[in-house]
């Protein structure tokens, strides 16, 4: 099922694609990486294997367009950067001092999805019993920052970081900027506020020890270190526990 996701309080649509298991289980998975909502497909259009397995076990999938992906980009004036304000002077606070960052704004995104599926009845069906979110890509600390803000309304999120930070941006254009993103500990303290609560994580190397010592305190930490080509596998199956 096709459609968007309106936000009222603050005019915004999210295109969605929605895949319904036969026998529902209760649990949702939002599947998120930098191809928006055909981040559910391979390039033949066939649903990717993991995606499927998902299904099969029972467990509704919700694919979408953050902000500047997908459907957005139809649109001219974006480009899947930060939009700066219209002034000959390159001057990163003319753009930042007043208006969100594109990190930020997707982060929103993901938290309108939470929120709805926590709070809203999905068709004939009610409210999920689990709300699980996958971020890949680019996406990945865009979830874990979401996740940071949005607690236990995401029963379990999936993020693979790719070892990103954000001291390494040089671009003030760069869609992952995000103003003070290096100086709270960058991606390691993203990490870090997510616990106590269940947490899948690829990409990170000891140099997250704030992390491992958040999560010491109480709450589930699982850190993926098998081969790439069954990193989203094994999150899927994380998933679906």
Not at 129 to 147: E, H, I, K, M, T
Not at 169 to 198: C, E, Q, R, T, W
């Amino acid at each position: 099922m096709t459609g968007y996701l309106n936000n009222k309080t603050h005019g915004e649509s999210l295109p969605v694609i929605w895949l319904y298991p036969k026998d529902w289980k209760g649990k949702v998975v939002v599947w998120l990486d930098d191809a928006g909502k055909n981040s559910l497909y391979n390039a033949d259009k066939t649903l990717k294997a993991e995606v499927m397995e998902l299904v099969k076990a029972g467990t509704a999938v919700m694919g979408a367009d953050l902000f500047a992906q997908g459907d957005f980009l139809k649109d001219k004036k974006l480009s899947g950067q930060n939009r700066t304000v219209a002034n000959p002077r390159e001057f990163a606070g003319y753009t930042y001092g007043y208006n969100h960052p594109l990190f930020a704004q997707r982060a929103h995104d993901v938290m309108t999805m939470a929120k709805f599926l926590k709070t809203a009845k999905i068709g004939s069906h009610p409210q999920p019993s689990s709300v699980g979110v996958a971020g890949f890509g680019s996406v990945g600390p865009v979830v874990l920052a979401a996740r940071a803000l949005a607690g236990d309304a995401i029963d379990r999120a999936v993020v693979d970081t790719q070892g990103f930070r954000f001291g390494k941006i040089l671009d003030y254009k760069d869609a992952m900027f995000l103003p003070g993103g290096s100086k709270y500990l960058d991606v390691p303290g993203l990490l870090a506020l997510n616990a106590p609560h269940a947490l899948w994580v690829a990409g990170e190397t000891a140099e997250s020890e704030v992390a491992s010592n958040a999560y010491s305190k109480g709450g589930n930490m699982a850190i993926f270190k098998g081969e790439a080509s069954s990193k989203t596998a094994d999150a899927a199956r994380w998933l679906a526990k």
